[in-house]
């Protein structure tokens, strides 16, 4: 019964969320993706609670913010959002807006001379800007790069979100046993994939973000090291003007080891984010400090006497 119950919710959420997105879609693209930064800051963040959880990461990394800057980090970080999200159904406008637009840094070269090899590449980001934008610019120009991603737990929306992701640019990969044999068989081809590493992994390696530790998955280094990819920091950093990106693929990481590495993609995402913190995805739980305390004290505690 409880299960129906949650199947039957999670039908009602997708129908409100697929009626958004069809009201926004009738609108100019110029239109669309302000409207919809502005119906995710005065609507969705509020009953989503975006607020309250925007605080307790800032609470837990930065206290010393004002409230004036707190308040006004909420906004924007729920307007990137909602122009983000429309954004991914957006798909030939965006990607007509995307084409021409010119990929800054040395990690393009990078990129370059891995492909001229024959090797693969990640292209490592986090939820910034729009972490999708990057796909989309090489998708536009017939130049497809994979994903891997993680899906959504209501199955109703994660099928049109899905399909919206793969029209970006394929494989898209799921973050399973059948995904992952996907991305490595891509990867072993010499493919380019986009993978985001600012998730909380509770079992990751106790890396650093923001001063604060912030378990992280090791296993993007890992597949560098072992397919001898290119581990690209990319980031795509919303304009002024609300619908453009400048397109930045930094040098690569070295090879070194997995922990090493994966601090380095920490601390490559924490300068961006320091240096424009309304585009990054605050409302993320990405430290979960009561999950981390209650596995040290389990960790301490005297086993069984023999």
Known sequence: MRQAIHTAGDFVSDLGIRALIWLALLLP??????AAGWVARHAVAPLAGFGPRIRANLDHVLPGMSEA????????????????????????PFSARMRDVEVQGPG????????AEGRPAILVSGHFGNYEAMRVAFGARGDPVGALYRPMNNRFFNRHYAAAMTRIGTPLCARDRQGMGQLIRHMRAGGVTGILIDQFFANGAAVTFFGQTAPTATAIAELALKYDAALIPSYC??????????????????????????????????????????QWLWIHRRWKPERQRRRAAASTRPGPSS
């Not at 707190?70 to 906004?75: D, E, K, Q, T």
């Not at 307007?79 to 957006?90: A, H, I, L, P």
Request: hydrophobic share 40%; with cysteine; glycine share 4%.
């Open 29 to 34: 693209y110029r239109w669309r993706v302000p």
């Open 69 to 92: 800057e707190r308040r006004a980090l909420i906004r924007e970080v729920s307007d990137n959002v909602g122009r983000t999200f429309v954004e991914f159904y957006s798909h030939a």
């Open 108 to 115: 393009k070269a990078a990129l370059d001379q891995a492909r």
């Open 237 to 278: 950093i919303r304009q002024p003007n609300g619908l453009d990106f400048e397109l930045v693929m930094e040098a690569p990481v070295p090879h070194t080891d997995p922990i090493t590495m994966t601090q380095a993609c920490n601390d490559s995402l924490e300068a961006r984010v320091r240096a424009h913190m309304g």
